[in-house]
């Protein structure tokens, strides 16, 4: 077996696509087997049985939600004694295109959907070329959340994280979003703008102006108050209107563009303030060119490790990697074992097939 492939059909980008999966297997056929996992719960045993059989490549067909699960699967199955005693390592993993960021595949330049990137995966190996493949870090990212009264560790890998303030409270108003884009991204921020002048100001006490221009921005910029450690370094409790770390960079839909120092060998890059509204929007022409944010109150540098706790009635809720890990009371980022991706590149003209007859073609 050459190729696991696993398929989430509540994904955005496949719904209503009922015969995804079988599409699929039909475009690779016997050089792997496709499996669909419609819950998180269903990946690590289709992940350990893909490993059983000695895949050599896992596909994620579901965006960086899909990706995030996989690899956190992957790690856990290879500290079982089965896999630990073999000194088993994790296949190459493909992350796909098409879902609402693809941060992952756009920052290693994987291009194409599913079907474009297994067509040229299936025909590498037909033709037994070489595949190169590209290491990219993660975090390593363990803590403690809360559940029913008790606290409860837990941990994960990732690659990026908003894990208070305004990327977290961004991103909540762009997965609600029935459709989430690169539009989206835009919509979200001129919202934010226009609702600014009121909702940041005594004009949102004035009956009859519409809800959205009086809670939008001040919902946008709400703080996070934490107790944050860099590197070791303490920083003043506050009410933090940021909290990020990433260990890659990350394009957002070609809007914005961030956490450039985690290209540096063993580095994480931490973006972290306790600032005013005001300095965030200053901050984001230099948010869309990709450059160090700037202002009072900013911290914006290359790091080895994070930590946050919760300092309010508040717990944290982070993103990681579009995935929410809510009730989290504390939470340690650290560098994680890097992933190793085949750099799959589908051609331009490539196109998802009609058909299951053309598939096999």
């Known amino acids: 077996m050459e190729i696991g492939v696993i398929t989430n059909p509540n994904s955005r980008k496949n719904r209503g696509h009922r015969s995804r999966a079988a599409d699929l ?4 056929g016997d050089l792997g087997e496709v499996r669909t996992t419609p819950t998180v719960e269903a990946i690590k045993p289709v992940a350990r049985d893909f490993m059983r059989r000695g895949a050599r490549f896992w596909v994620a067909d579901g965006g ?25 390592t994790l296949p190459l993993t493909l992350p796909t295109n098409g879902g609402t960021i693809d941060f992952v595949a756009h920052q290693v330049g994987v291009r194409g959907d599913a079907f474009a990137l297994l067509r040229e995966l299936r025909g590498a190996l037909e033709r037994e070329d070489d595949i190169e493949a590209v290491d990219v870090d993660t975090m390593r990212i363990e803590g403690v959340r809360e559940d029913g009264g008790r606290e409860v560790p837990f941990r994960t890998v990732g690659f990026g994280s908003a894990a208070g303030g305004v990327g977290q409270r961004f991103f909540s108003k762009y997965y609600a979003d029935p459709d989430p884009s690169p539009r989206t991204i835009v919509k979200v921020v001129s919202r934010t703008l226009a609702s600014m002048p009121v909702a940041l100001s005594p004009l949102r006490h004035v009956p009859g102006l519409p809800v959205e221009m009086k809670r939008y921005a001040r919902d946008v910029f709400r703080p996070t108050r934490a107790r944050i450690t860099i590197d070791g370094e303490a920083l003043p409790e506050a009410p933090y209107t940021g909290i990020h770390i990433a260990s890659v960079s990350i394009n957002l839909g070609g809007v914005f563009r961030f956490f450039t120092m985690a290209d540096e060998p063993e580095n994480l890059h931490a973006i972290v303030g306790a600032v005013s509204p005001l300095t965030i929007v200053r901050n984001l022409p230099r948010m869309h060119l990709g450059r160090e944010m700037r202002g009072p109150g900013v911290v914006d540098r290359a790091c080895r490790e994070m930590t946050i706790e919760a300092a309010g009635d ?17 939470i340690h980022f650290s560098r994680g074992p890097a992933i190793h991706i085949p750099r799959i590149r589908a051609g331009a003209a490539a196109q998802r097939p009609r058909a299951a007859a053309d598939l096999a073609a």
Do not use: N, S, T
């Open 314 to 330: 508040e717990l944290l809720d982070p993103i990681i990697d579009g995935e929410y890990y809510r009730g989290i009371r504390r």
């Open 25 to 28: 297997q039909a475009l690779i």
């Open 64 to 88: 960086d939600g899909a990706l995030h699960w996989l690899v956190r699967a992957g790690l856990e199955i290879l500290e079982e004694d089965e896999f630990a005693r073999k000194g088993a």
